[in-house]
C-alpha cells in the first residue's frame, strides 16, 4: 500500500529563496508530523498535526518556519528566507492517532547555497 | 546533556553474529519506546513499537526496555548483510505532544 510521500526529494536553492516542501501522508492517517535530520542534530521534532490543527508547533526553530494542513491530509512545510543552517533533511511522518506508531517518508533532502 | 543517548558506532559484526543495540535516557515520563531502521538516503522504517516495560519479539528482533535503570535495547538474531543500516530509538510521553525524541543512531554493519 502507499506510504507517506514528500516531494522534492532533493531542493537545491540559493541563500534567501522561500521553498515548500509537500508531505502525503497514508490515507486515513489523522496525525501528521514533521522532523528534520541533520548531522549535527540528528533528528528533531518541529511540528504536529491533528486534523489541520496543529496544537504542537514547539520545534519551529524561527518565524521562517511555517506549515499548514488542508482536508486533513497534505501538509506544507515552507521556509521562507533560507539560511544556509536550514540544510538538511525534512521527513515527514504519520499516524493513525494518538499514541500510535509513526510511519516516515523518505524525506526532502534541502540544500541552501 | 542529550535526553537520549545512543553509542554511533560504527558497529561492525560477522554475518549470523547476535546484535545489541542500546540506548539510555535521562526523563523517566517517557513511556513509549521505539526502534527504527534507516537505510542511507532513505525515511526511518519502523521495527518495534512497545509501551512500558518488558520485552517484545517480532522475527528475529526483540526489544527490551528497563524503564527501572532507564535503558532500552535491541536484539538482532542471525545477522544478515541486509541489517547492515542505522538504528534509532525514539521514544514518548503519554499524552501531551505527541512528538518523538530520537537517540542519535548508531551505524551497524553486518560483514560476510
Known amino acids: 500500500g502507499a506510504g507517506v510521500s514528500q516531494s522534492p526529494s532533493n531542493k537545491v536553492t540559493e541563500k534567501g529563496k522561500d521553498v515548500e516542501l509537500r508531505c502525503d501522508p497514508i490515507s486515513g492517517h489523522t496525525a501528521l508530523y514533521w522532523y528534520r535530520q541533520s548531522l549535527g542534530q540528528g533528528l528533531e521534532f518541529l511540528i504536529y498535526?491533528?486534523?489541520?490543527?496543529?496544537?504542537?508547533k514547539s520545534g519551529l526553530p524561527s518565524d521562517r518556519f511555517s506549515a499548514e494542513r488542508t482536508g486533513g491530509s497534505v501538509s506544507t512545510l515552507t521556509i521562507q528566507r533560507t539560511q544556509q543552517e536550514d540544510s538538511a533533511v525534512y521527513l515527514c511522518?504519520?499516524?493513525?492517532?494518538?499514541?500510535?506508531?509513526?510511519?516516515f517518508g523518505d524525506g526532502t533532502r534541502l540544500s541552501i547555497l | 546533556q542529550k535526553e537520549v543517548e545512543q553509542d554511533p558506532g560504527p558497529l561492525s559484526v560477522p554475518e549470523g553474529a547476535i546484535v545489541s543495540l542500546n540506548c539510555t535516557y535521562s526523563?523517566?515520563?517517557?513511556?513509549?519506546f521505539m526502534w527504527y531502521r534507516q537505510y542511507s538516503r532513505k525515511g526511518p522504517e519502523l521495527l518495534m513499537y512497545t509501551y512500558s516495560s518488558g520485552n517484545k519479539e517480532d522475527g528475529r528482533f526483540t526489544a527490551q526496555v528497563d524503564k527501572s535503570s532507564k535503558y532500552i535495547s535491541l536484539f538482532i538474531r542471525d545477522s544478515q548483510p541486509s541489517d547492515s543500516a542505522t538504528y534509532l530509538c525514539?521514544?514518548?510521553?503519554?499524552?501531551?505532544?505527541?512528538?518523538?525524541?530520537f537517540g542519535t543512531g548508531t551505524q551497524l554493519k553486518v560483514e560476510l
Open positions: 511522518a504519520s499516524s493513525s492517532g494518538t499514541n500510535q506508531p509513526q510511519h
Open positions: 526523563n523517566s515520563a517517557f513511556q513509549y
Open positions: 525514539a521514544m514518548k510521553l503519554t499524552g501531551g505532544g505527541n512528538k518523538l525524541t
Open positions: 498535526f491533528q486534523g489541520n490543527s496543529a496544537p504542537d
